[in-house]
């Protein structure tokens, strides 16, 4: 009888222990739970090339808010889950760094009808996800991915197979990439913004 009195608390601990295991494996590096739904299962992948300026508008020319200025071809679900196992990796976490986001590349995975966009800024190395119409997904944080900078150049680069500035794209972030910078605007038929400043953090 002695026994079970201690090993019924030891099996409660050992009980919470594995949810917050399990609850932390689901929204490690800040992804929401339904984000990580979408990146564990996603069917297929639309990539884009944006202007690192937010619009002032908002429209169905833009993805999270920024303009895009080429898109590339989409991908299906062998990319999708190569892409989804980067950002869902330890590699891929919460942010402290105070750079402006001033993305290149943006992706939209998608899981059946639901989908979630990414903005990739290879300036700081930080992403910013957001689940499409789910509310309150366009206040998460943006995550830093330096760790696994070299896959995601990689898929970027599978992706954008004619962008120079794409290709050009080092695996490792330099201290000032100018080429790759003075062509963040990527390349299209139609005019693309010109690059700027994106808002500060916290200003989106």
């Known amino acids: 009888m002695r026994?079970?009195?201690?090993?019924?608390?030891?099996l409660a601990v050992a009980a919470v222990l594995a949810v917050v295991a399990f609850v932390g494996m689901e929204i490690w590096g800040g992804m929401s739970r339904s984000a990580t739904a979408i990146l564990r299962d996603g069917d297929r992948v639309e990539v884009f090339r944006v202007s690192p300026k937010r619009a002032e508008q908002p429209g169905a020319d833009t993805i999270g808010g920024y303009p895009i200025t080429a898109v590339g071809n989409e991908q299906g679900?062998?990319?999708?889950?190569?892409?989804?196992?980067?950002?869902?990796?330890?590699?891929?976490?919460?942010?402290?760094?105070?750079?402006?986001?001033?993305?290149?590349?943006?992706?939209?995975?998608?899981?059946?009808n639901r989908a979630m966009e990414v903005l990739v800024c290879f300036k700081c190395d930080d992403l910013w996800p957001h689940v499409v119409g789910e509310s309150g997904t366009l206040s998460e944080e943006w995550l830093e991915f330096d760790a696994v900078r070299p896959d995601l150049v990689a898929l970027d680069k599978e992706a954008f197979p004619d962008d120079p500035a794409i290709q050009a794209l080092p695996p490792v972030r330099l201290i000032d990439d100018a080429y790759y910078f003075k062509h963040a605007g990527g390349s299209s038929t139609t005019t693309a913004a010109e690059p700027g400043r994106a808002p500060d953090r916290g200003g989106k």
């Open 77 to 112: 679900p062998e990319f999708a889950a190569r892409l989804g196992k980067v950002l869902r990796s330890w590699g891929v976490g919460n942010s402290s760094k105070k750079c402006a986001f001033e993305p290149g590349v943006a992706f939209r995975v998608w899981r059946g």
């Open 3 to 10: 026994k079970s009195r201690w090993l019924v608390p030891v």
